[in-house]
């Protein structure tokens, strides 16, 4: 039977689709006050160090970003080929390869935290 | 077989502009850029934070002032997009049978949408905004 690694790709970018849409917008209205100049409590030096030193926070934050990539990754090579660049196999390796990247220096940081 | 075959001329390009429903379809899909780019924003945060407290407050303040105002309201936005689209297609991906009939997919919508806000309320209360 032919084999594919379509399921895993898929469910990362449910997965992430859907975590996004209950947690992206509320997160993205918190770095929106840090922009405006009023940076809530939660995204000051000693909250977020603190938040992140716990365990549960670290695996909160890897969730979040980690999923986050994935989705984008996956959503964005479809989107690529909608454009009309019909190079799947190379724009595959690139967005997988970014949110790669980005998940293992997301646990690396973390770890340092 | 016919000698001329007709062969309707699609751009590869800019078919999504032909029709709205394309551009609604495009739309939601590049929803994906704003987000990936967030979350790459986010990965920065990890690395500031890991860094120490001069190289994350750095940050903070780097991220301040109006081209990240006008970023972050994209994202926002796109987020927004992202979110809406999502919750009202679950009728169609998370379809709840009792019985023989379906459950109506406003109650299914409703219910991610109660969901969304109650977690969202959540985030703003444990980030100090509420």
Redesign the interface.
């Given at each position: 039977m032919a084999k594919s690694n379509k399921p895993i790709f898929w469910s990362l970018f449910a997965a992430g689709?859907?975590l996004?849409?209950?947690?992206?917008?509320?997160?993205?209205?918190?770095?929106?006050?840090?922009?405006?100049?009023h940076?809530?409590?939660?995204?000051t030096?000693a909250?977020?160090?603190a938040f992140?030193s716990h365990w549960m926070g670290k695996i909160f934050?890897l969730g979040?970003?980690t999923l986050?990539?994935w989705?984008?990754?996956h959503?964005?090579r479809?989107?690529v080929h909608?454009?009309?660049l019909?190079q799947d196999g190379l724009v595959a390796i690139v967005v997988y390869l970014i949110a790669a990247v980005?998940t293992a220096?997301?646990a690396l940081?973390?770890i340092?935290? | 077989m016919s000698r001329k075959p007709f062969v309707r001329p699609v751009?590869?390009?800019g078919w999504?502009l032909k029709h709205p429903r394309y551009m609604r379809y495009?739309s939601r899909?590049?929803?994906?850029?704003p987000?990936?780019a967030?979350?790459?924003?986010?990965?920065c945060a990890?690395?500031r934070?890991?860094k120490g407290?001069a190289a994350?407050?750095a940050f903070?303040a780097a991220?301040?002032?109006p081209l990240?105002?006008l970023?972050?309201?994209i994202?926002?936005v796109f987020?927004?997009h992202?979110?809406t689209s999502?919750?009202n297609v679950t009728p169609k991906a998370l379809p709840v049978q009792m019985g023989e009939e379906f459950l109506a997919g406003k109650y299914i919508i409703g219910a991610?949408y109660a969901?969304?806000i109650v977690?969202?309320l959540i985030?703003?209360f444990?980030?100090?905004?509420l």
């Open positions: 689709g859907t996004a849409a209950f947690l992206a917008p509320v997160l993205a209205l918190l770095f929106l006050l840090t922009a405006l100049g940076p809530p409590a939660l995204l030096y909250n977020l160090h992140a934050l979040v970003i986050f990539l989705h984008a990754a959503r964005l479809v989107t909608d454009f009309g019909r980005g220096l997301s940081y973390l340092r935290i | 751009s590869k390009t999504w495009m899909e590049v929803t994906c850029i987000i990936g967030f979350a790459l924003l986010m990965v990890l690395e934070l890991s407290q994350y407050d903070i991220i301040q002032g990240s105002v970023g972050l309201i994202v926002l987020a927004l992202n979110a999502w919750f991610h969901v969304w977690a969202s985030v703003l444990f980030a100090g905004v």
